[in-house]
């Protein structure tokens, strides 16, 4: 029994062989294994490395069409009709009839002035007149005597023909004097100021005895007469908005003083130019005020609002991309790469700013680029935002959107180092 135990013990050197033959098998196998599995991992670490070295961006479609304006400028009001009245007959204010705030009607008498030399050049006028008339009938007297004498050959044909003349100049000379009284009693109907259309007084700059002199317009005016039952409003429009005020436009008006009221004006016509010393365009409007509440000289904060221009597209001031080249924004194509734009921004609304130019509403614009964002790069969207046309909360919340990629790509980031590490040690 011992020697037979003892002979199964005994292992022989071909157990031997083959045992070793087998361990090597496993270990290499094992080995094997692992550099599989290490290539394998290695690969996924390169894949997510160049994944993830692709910039992630948010996208949003611009909102087409500019937002209406309202521009807010000082204006000053003046009666829809002012007529300085100067006087056009010389002499001293004998009376006037009306005084500041007189309401009157066209035609009404507001002074009148004394005129005595006037009174004597009509008299002389008149007398002059009645001359020339004696004349002229002294003269077809004679006319008429010398021409029935010319037919019986007792005068010459050269005495009548020099009578007749002499009567022709006697009555060119009774028309003249005739329209040198009526000139005189043209101005002498001047001697009563009158209302020119129904208004309200607004200034009387004379009083009895005062010497009128007749200036023709250039000396001191003696009334002021101001219809008021509309008013004009002047308003002097900066050049960049000018464009967009067109006649028929209405405006909002608040006057100090009225502060509890809003009145409504129409714009009536432009200046049609562009002052070069201020670079405004002055425009007038007006408004009916038969209450009489305003008055002329009154100042006024005048509102209009400005149609939305059609050409104009609305992203956000996170877009902008501020370099040397200029202002810009940067888009992606359908094969995501990135195309900087260079754009022209017609207005600043904080949050937005409306482009005039360089994009339009169907180009994808990323959203708060990477600063080394550049022309032709790859890029993956990570999510898309279209912004509702006109609402000022899609500014405030796209900066929270773009926020809730970073994190997760963070995650991920944390994630994979330790998948590595993991697949390195099972390597070993």
Known sequence: ???????????????????????????ALIVVSGMVSRAAEESQLNQWTAAQAIPSVTVFQPSAGGSANTIVLPGRLEAFYRAPIYARVSGYLKAWYTDIGAKVKAGQILGVIETPDLDQQLEQGRASLATARAKASLAETTAARWQAMLKSDSVSQQAADEKNGNLAAEQATVNAEAANVERLQALASFKRIVAPFDGIVTSRDTDVGALIDAGGGRGPQLFTVSDIHRLRVYVSVPQDDASSIQPGMTAQLTVPGHADQVFTA???????????ESGTLLVELSLDDRSGVLMPGDFANVS?????????????????????????VASVDSNDHVKLHTITVERDLGH???VASGITAKDRIIDSPPDALADGDVVQVAQAAPQPAGTEPATETKPAEAATVAPAAATNAAA???ATAGGEREGG
């Open 1 to 27: 029994m011992a020697s037979d135990v003892t002979e199964s013990k005994v292992v022989t050197p071909r157990k031997l062989k083959i045992a070793g033959f087998v361990g090597i098998g496993v270990a």
């Open 266 to 276: 129409t714009v009536d016509s432009t200046s049609g130019a562009v002052n070069v």
């Open 304 to 328: 209009i609002q400005l149609s939305a221009a059609s050409n104009l597209v609305r992203v956000p001031a996170s877009a902008l991309i501020f370099r040397s080249a200029g202002l810009q």
């Open 352 to 354: 937005w700013v409306e």
């Open 416 to 418: 994979a180092p330790n």
